[in-house]
């Protein structure tokens, strides 16, 4: 596991990033939720279900189609290049 000097938490309501400033989740925080949950899907996403049910109410801009393809989209969706290599299966 790695060390994390700063969480990053989403800001609320916006949802932003309270490190960087990017749309929650932002990049640094996906790579170390892939990392906590080593490349589990399932697990991620369940997860994360209960922030998009929050996040749906509070980002009226945002069609429930976006926010779901925010938050959780990405999950069985490496970005180019992978995760930088740190993801390694483990038996839960
Ligand atoms: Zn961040």
Not at 1 to 28: F, I, K, Q
Request: hydrophobic share 35%.
């Amino acid at each position: 596991m790695g060390d994390y000097p700063a969480l990053h938490a989403p800001s609320r309501p916006d949802w932003a990033c309270t490190v960087c400033g990017d749309e929650w989740p932002c990049p640094t925080r996906k790579r170390q939720l892939v990392e906590l949950f080593g490349g589990n899907v399932r697990a991620l996403v369940g997860y994360l279900r209960p922030y998009l049910v929050v996040a749906n109410t509070e980002l009226g801009r945002l069609s429930t189609r976006q926010v779901v393809e925010r938050f959780i989209g990405w999950c069985a969706r490496p970005p180019r290049g992978g995760w930088g290599g740190r993801v390694r299966k483990r038996q839960v």
